[in-house]
Structures are given as structure tokens and as C-alpha cells.
């Protein structure tokens, strides 16, 4: 048989003065993350964010080594903290861009698990961005690592390049 606790989450700060519970007890009991779950949180998503910067910068790079090797010039890459608007609209920046065509290259990480461009306020503001650039006159070019890895994303950009 379940014993049912005969406290409330309100006692809880009571009982846990009382030495009764752990403040951690009491944490988990309420969904309070506690101090050392927030720094290992923290960690981890600073730990995320440089992977992430890590892979799009060897993406960048890739895809700068397919066009030069096409003889496409180089798009000039908005590089991870120094980036420049394309507009006072909003926020936004493109990962890549080449200005005389006014072609937006953009390269969306974390296609394959949970991240900002997959979830739903995330898809939302990429759709923001895409279309206030495209009112603006660029033309958006989304690709994923695996376009990049497999040359579709080089030959797409070529394509633009040459007005096909």
C-alpha cells in the first residue's frame, strides 16, 4: 500500500528547515533545477554552442574549398561574432552572403535533432528573416551539413551565380 505524504508543496520550505528533507529533495519535488543541475546545465549549452561554431565554421570552409574548386568565387562569410545585418529590420544576418548577386547563403545546423531551426518559434523567426530578405531583393538559399558535405549546396549556389 502507497503511503500519500500529509505535507503540501508549501510545507515544503518548512520541512526542509526542519532538516526533515534536502533542500534537493524538496527541488525535485517542485521541478526546481538545483544549483549544481543549473551549472552543469550551463556548461553543457556552452559546451553545445562551441561544437556547433566548430561545425559551421568546417562547413563554411568546405563549401568555400567546392566553389573555389567550380571557380565560383567566395562568398563572404558572416563568421560566428562578426556578423552584419542585411537589414535595420531586424537582428538578422546570413551565415553567407554574396552582395553583387544579392544571394543569401544560409547553413541550418541540428537538422536532425531537437534545435532552433527545428523547433517552432525557431522555424517561425527563420521564416521571419527569409522573407523580410527576400522583400529586400536576396535571394535565400537554405542548405543542411549534408548538402554541404555532398556538393549540392555548391552546385546550387553556382547555378545562382550564373543566373540558371
Not at 561545425?55 to 560566428?80: F, H, M, N, Y
Not at 556538393?151 to 543566373?163: F, L, M
Request: hydrophobic residues 35%; contains cysteine.
Amino acid at each position: 500500500m502507497t503511503r500519500t505524504p500529509n505535507f503540501t508543496v508549501a510545507d515544503l520550505p518548512v520541512l526542509v528547515r526542519a532538516g526533515r528533507i534536502s533542500q534537493a529533495d524538496a527541488d525535485r519535488v517542485t521541478g526546481k533545477p538545483t544549483p549544481a543541475a543549473e551549472t552543469v546545465r550551463k556548461a553543457t549549452a556552452q559546451v553545445r554552442a562551441a561544437e556547433n561554431a566548430a561545425i559551421e565554421l568546417a562547413a563554411q570552409d568546405e563549401l568555400t574549398r567546392q566553389l573555389t574548386a567550380l571557380g565560383v568565387p567566395s562568398p563572404r562569410w558572416d563568421r560566428v561574432g562578426d556578423r552584419r545585418k542585411f537589414t535595420d529590420a531586424g537582428n538578422w544576418r546570413f551565415d553567407g552572403r554574396i552582395d553583387d548577386r544579392k544571394i543569401a547563403i544560409e547553413i541550418d545546423g541540428g537538422t536532425r535533432k531537437k534545435s532552433r531551426h527545428t523547433s517552432p518559434i525557431g522555424f517561425e523567426r527563420d521564416c521571419e528573416k527569409t522573407n523580410e530578405a527576400q522583400l529586400l531583393g536576396w535571394r535565400v538559399f537554405r542548405f543542411t551539413y549534408r548538402m554541404v558535405n555532398d556538393g549540392r549546396a555548391a552546385e546550387t549556389i553556382r547555378r545562382a551565380r550564373e543566373g540558371d
